[in-house]
């Protein structure tokens, strides 16, 4: 199985980055949003439809709006 990248922008302040994994991008994300206050969005491979149902389950794009907190895959705060 070959690891797609994962490419983060900063509308405000116009950085872009590439990352070889959704850990690292997300990690990446928090550590940008919390130094400088932007929020920054991730551009993702072609996942699966379920990969994404689950990953929104699970709480993995960190947002309330798609975290589903009733579901078993929930991961917590």
Known sequence: MSQQRVTVDCP?????ETFDGLGS?????????T???HEATWELPQLAS???RAGDEAGVCGSPDCTD???PLYQGE
């Open 12 to 16: 405000e302040c116009g950085l872009t």
């Open 25 to 33: 991008a997300r990690s990446f994300i928090e550590d940008h949003r």
């Open 35 to 37: 130094e400088t206050g």
């Open 50 to 52: 379920g990969v994404e």
């Open 69 to 71: 907190t009733e579901s």
